[in-house]
């Protein structure tokens, strides 16, 4: 397995991870709809629009932050496979929020595994290699419930 499957498939286990424990005081957030193509910059920005909310509320709520760059890395994608035609951004703006999210809960596999697939695709590998790293350190303390 390439170094770019193996990070998309640690960004789809991300993804379903993303609504894991969340740190003391956090408010539940919605995951961000990855199914949906945003024909228009305006229907992205409403789809955003929750973790805007919540950044404008708390600077600090890490799963704003972790879903802002599942946002951005899902519009850099559309752009990148020529689905939408705005999105040229999404790539080093979905990095930005996602070391954000570690800078302030550096605990959630979520974001280590986004991350691992963010380093991959701008060809940082050094830095996709420390994030797996990372991601298997934290991975390990997760407890994990018994039959």
Same mark, same amino acid.
């Given at each position: 397995m &390439?170094?770019?499957?193996?990070?998309?498939?640690?960004? @789809?286990?991300?993804?379903? %991870? @993303? @609504?894991? /424990?969340? +740190?003391? @005081? *956090?408010?539940? %957030? =919605? =995951? #961000? !709809? /990855? &199914?949906? /193509?945003? =024909? &228009?910059?305006?229907? #992205?920005?409403? *789809? /955003?629009? +929750?973790?805007? !909310?919540?950044?404008?509320? !708390?600077?600090?709520h890490p799963r704003a932050h972790y879903w802002l760059a599942i946002a951005y890395l899902h519009m850099h994608r559309l752009h990148r496979f020529r689905l939408i035609d705005y999105g040229s951004r999404g790539l080093p703006l979905a990095v930005e929020a996602a070391q954000k999210a570690v800078e302030i809960d550096p605990g959630f596999v979520g974001t280590w595994a986004a991350l691992i697939d963010m380093y991959s695709l701008t060809d940082e590998e050094q830095k996709a290699f420390g994030a797996s790293q990372k991601l298997v350190e934290v991975g390990r303390r997760i407890p994990v419930p018994l039959p």
């Open positions: &390439t170094a770019r499957a193996l990070a998309a498939v640690l960004t @789809g286990v991300a993804m379903v %991870l @993303g @609504g894991g /424990i969340m +740190p003391a @005081g *956090a408010t539940h %957030l =919605p =995951p #961000f !709809d /990855i &199914t949906r /193509i945003y =024909p &228009t910059e305006a229907a #992205f920005q409403q *789809a /955003i629009r +929750p973790y805007l !909310d919540a950044l404008a509320a !708390d600077a600090r």
